[in-house]
């Protein structure tokens, strides 16, 4: 397993691939996100509840350096893009769900 800085699967590099995987890529996972959703201050908050989560399952200061050297790599600003993207996105699909719904009756 390499940590280098290249793309991976799409991502800028392993470690915004795999936080957003592991911590973000759940579909039960609510971040309030709407079409006036700031970018950057989404960013920020995922970041604040990643490093929140290393504090709280890292008991060895050791273990935790090492987490949060990970998190560094991590590129939110891509992650809160993504997301604000996915939610226009299924936002659309219920659009047209509900027009073709109401068509239909």
Not at 21 to 26: P, Q, S, T, V
Not at 81 to 100: D, L, Q, R, W
Request: glycine letters at 2%; aromatic letters at 12%.
């Amino acid at each position: 397993m390499s940590n280098d800085k290249t793309e991976h699967n799409g991502w800028t590099n392993y470690a915004t691939w795999r936080v957003n995987l592991e911590m973000f890529d759940a579909p039960d996972y609510s971040w309030d996100i709407t079409a006036d959703t700031d970018v950057h201050e989404l960013a920020q908050r995922l970041k604040d509840s990643v490093i929140c989560f290393v504090d709280e399952t890292c008991e060895l200061a050791t273990t935790r350096g090492w987490a949060i050297a990970f998190v560094d790599e991590v590129n939110f600003y891509e992650i809160a893009k993504h997301m604000i993207e996915a939610n226009e996105f299924y936002c659309e699909i219920g659009k047209k769900v509900t027009e073709n719904h109401k068509e239909k009756a």
